[in-house]
């Protein structure tokens, strides 16, 4: 039997936002709390997210300071705004770092628990208030998945949380929103979603319906990132990829990630790498390593990509695919850690309790091939360079 989770109502397309009021009366809530960013009350999408909810008899109140790699400290300033109205729903607009405040707040604000409580590999079902998820990036796939990460940043943990609870309700998906994402901005999230994809399809807990999402997914963003970060107006290759990013977030969420993801949290809790760029940095490295343990499974990610051709046997595939990745991040412009500039003395200190991090997230066991903790260490080695 397979279990899924998926939102229940969606507009997508290019003017979905547009549709946000309707699609509030259609779940039946009325009183929402905008978690956002300072970047989105700048911009004027908040003020447009105001405008069309104020129409409607709607009254907004918004919390603007969410962070990157959202802390607990941040989730907690969130929450407090938020009890000090009455309101029936959180929407979470941006990237990925105000949806899953928005999702950690929803939680929070009908249960007396901590973040610290609710990681991985506790699984909170029990719903909070309903969740809208508008993404302004095509990456995270956070408006369709029931995870969230949030940074203890007492211990620099990535903590992985999930459940039920964390679903969307409503996912408002507009491609229209990131045509003015930065060509740096736009690979990163662009490849982050592509590993969701990937990594779905080889993940072990993989099944037919995620599998027909990833691959389609992988299609989108393989063939439409590159024209996205040299024409970001182009309205084509936006709407591609974010489709793809959804269709990933919707896979991943059901077939859960892998080593890729549980290797990356660490980087971006230590060196404050931001999670699409440092899941760039290791994607190369860590789907050579992981080849043998799904020869088939990656030929297939190879052939949906248009990397070879049907009748390429799948060892060459898996290798073709590798080349690929790496032709990809030299095109994109992905850095190493090294190049990036990161420490290497506190990088090297750092790596045992990186490879025990990365293990506890639970994602490597999804992996074709599962590491060990040293294996990890000499992952993370050579992806420094």
């Known amino acids: 039997m397979t279990a899924l989770s998926l939102p229940p109502f969606v507009r997508l397309g290019g003017g979905a936002l547009d549709e946000l009021p309707a ?6 809530l009325r009183a929402p709390f905008i978690i956002t960013d300072r970047f989105m009350a700048a911009s004027g999408v908040l003020e447009r997210v105001h405008a069309l909810l104020s129409q409607e008899g709607i009254e907004v109140r918004a919390f603007t300071d969410t962070v990157p790699d959202p802390t607990v400290a941040c989730v907690g300033d969130a929450l407090t705004m938020l009890r000090e109205g009455a309101h029936d729903c959180v929407i979470g607009l941006g990237g990925g770092s105000p949806i899953d405040t928005a999702k950690m707040v929803a939680v929070l604000a009908v249960h007396e628990t901590t973040p610290a409580r609710l990681k991985a590999p506790f699984v909170q ?3 909070g208030l309903p969740i809208i998820a508008i993404p302004t990036t095509a990456g995270t796939g ?3 998945t029931r995870v969230t990460v949030i940074t203890d940043e007492a211990t620099d943990e990535k903590m992985l949380c999930m459940g039920a609870a964390y679903q969307p309700r409503i996912a408002i998906v507009d491609y229209e929103l990131t045509l003015s994402m930065p060509a740096r901005l736009t690979a990163d999230t662009g490849i982050d979603a592509l590993t969701h994809a990937l990594e779905a399809y080889v993940s072990r807990k993989a099944s037919p319906f995620t599998d027909a999402l990833a691959l389609t997914a992988m299609k989108r963003i393989w063939t439409h990132l590159p024209t996205c970060c040299v024409e970001p107006g182009n309205r084509e290759a936006r709407a591609a990829v974010m489709e793809g990013a959804f269709e ?3 896979a991943f969420s059901n077939a859960s990630v892998a080593l890729v993801h549980g290797m990356s949290r660490p980087i ?6 931001a999670h699409g760029l440092s899941n ?3 994607l190369p490295e860590i789907t050579a390593w992981s080849l043998s343990g799904a020869p088939g499974r990656y030929a297939e990610c190879a052939r949906a990509m248009g990397v070879v051709g049907a009748d390429v046997s799948d060892a060459a595939a898996g290798e073709a695919l590798v080349a690929a990745l790496r032709a990809r991040n030299a095109e994109l412009g992905v850095p190493s850690p090294q190049s990036f500039g990161l420490d290497a003395a506190r990088w090297d200190n750092l790596l045992p309790l990186m490879a025990d991090q990365a293990l ?3 994602s490597p066991a999804n992996n074709p091939r599962v590491p060990t903790a ?12």
Do not use: K, N
């Open 23 to 28: 699609a509030l009366r259609q779940a039946g």
């Open 125 to 127: 079902d029990a719903p």
């Open 142 to 144: 956070s408006e369709a």
């Open 248 to 250: 990933a977030g919707m």
């Open 280 to 282: 760039a940095m290791l």
């Open 374 to 385: 040293t294996e990890i260490v000499d992952l993370y080695r050579r992806v420094w360079a």
């Open 360 to 362: 506890a997230s639970g």
């Open 268 to 273: 971006g809790a230590h060196f404050h790498v």
